[in-house]
């Protein structure tokens, strides 16, 4: 089963940019759906962005969409969230979680859904702040 570990998260200034990185073992992400999720103080854990496996499709929160962008390393392992423009809303524990799915067989509302996610990386935080 495939671990993960996410890094990244820091301070920005609204207007900024941070990449948070989800470093995968054990098992080669391509074959997983791999979401990002997003967790504010008082608030409901919301999906931000997902990538089906294969990169065959692709998901994100229409408030990020256009500023937001998931990149995939293969060498490396890894899965970036690329955040541009951040928002004040934008703020709160970033975690990335995996689901392996070499079939191709999670896509559309599914991909959005939290609970098929059967691996969680221990979150990173970030901070919108003047």
């Known amino acids: 089963q495939v671990q993960l570990v996410e890094s990244g998260g820091g301070l920005v200034q609204p207007g900024g940019s941070l990449t948070l990185a989800c470093v995968g073992s054990?098992?080669?992400?391509?074959?997983?759906?791999v979401g990002w999720f997003r967790q504010a103080p008082g608030k409901e854990r919301v999906v931000v962005s997902a990538m089906a496996s294969k990169m065959h499709l692709f998901y994100y929160l229409p408030s990020v969409k256009g500023r937001f962008a998931v990149t995939r390393d293969f060498d490396k392992n890894t899965v970036y969230l690329q955040m541009t423009r951040m928002e004040p809303e934008d703020a709160g524990t970033y975690s990335c979680a995996a689901v392996r799915d070499p079939w191709q067989n999670v896509g559309g509302s599914t991909l959005r859904n939290p609970s098929i996610y059967d691996t969680w990386g221990q979150g990173t935080l970030v901070t919108v702040s003047p």
């Open positions: 054990g098992g080669i992400l391509d074959d997983y759906a």
